[in-house]
């Protein structure tokens, strides 16, 4: 089975550019997961959807991000407008149902440079 | 609020050695579950193994094996026969029974050496 895909697997784009990051959960998945990853900040939780349904927001940083998970295989996270600040690895993860036995697993990651 | 401490910001192993990574955690939950995940220069976030806390029997998956210590609230992570592909960042993690929420220790660069 195919895991977690994300598209693209490397973005560089100039201040201002608005960035639309992919992402396509494990099939069968209800629960979805967006993370940031940086070395200051280790890794952060965004969002999470859950039967296409965002549950928790409060870790998207600003109105700068958004995301939107129009059918259950398929999610996008738009940064628009991006800023330096925002280059990071940004991760989707599915799980199964989002219950307490969950596993999450995890896509290969979007590398973002914003110059 | 739970937190998760790795110690070790590095560790190196001598190829085919046995290794053991650190992991404390604070919570005063009794039902969760702890997780290590692997990421390795590819970046993917791979999961090495899990425990549920209501287990006594530590987690295995082949060279890889947990002490899970309920009452001092650590969790290691043991890789025996160390080879040159378990060369990566090795994350603890915990969640709450009640939540989706991962939390995340700081991460143990592991080296192998050939």
């Known amino acids: 089975d195919a895991g977690v895909i994300q598209s693209p697997r490397h973005e560089v784009t100039e201040m201002g550019q608005e960035v639309t990051l992919r992402c396509k959960p494990i099939?069968?998945?209800?629960?979805l997961f967006w993370y940031r990853q940086t070395m200051m900040r280790g890794l952060e939780l965004l969002i999470y959807f859950n039967n296409n349904v965002p549950i928790d927001d409060s870790g998207m940083p600003e109105d700068r991000f958004s995301a939107k998970m129009p059918n259950a295989s398929f999610s996008t996270l738009k940064i628009q407008p991006s800023e330096p600040r925002d280059s990071a690895v940004y991760f989707c993860a599915s799980s199964l149902s989002g219950g307490p036995t969950d596993t999450q697993y995890f896509g290969p990651g979007t590398r973002l440079t914003v110059l | 609020a739970q937190t998760v401490t790795q110690s070790q910001p590095e560790m190196s192993v001598q190829e085919a050695e046995t290794v053991t990574l650190s992991c404390t955690y604070d919570t005063s939950e009794s039902d969760y579950y702890l997780f290590w995940y692997k990421q390795p220069p590819s970046r993917q976030m791979i999961l090495v193994i899990r425990q549920e806390a209501y287990k006594q029997q530590n987690a295995t998956e082949n060279r890889f094996s947990v002490n899970f210590q309920k009452a001092a609230k650590s969790f290691s992570l043991k890789i025996s026969d160390s080879q040159l592909g378990d060369a990566a960042m090795y994350f603890c993690?915990?969640?709450?029974?009640?939540?989706?929420?991962?939390?995340w220790g700081a991460g143990t660069k592991l080296i192998i050496k050939p």
């Open positions: 993690a915990y969640r709450s029974y009640s939540n989706y929420q991962l939390i």
């Open positions: 099939s069968g998945h209800n629960s």
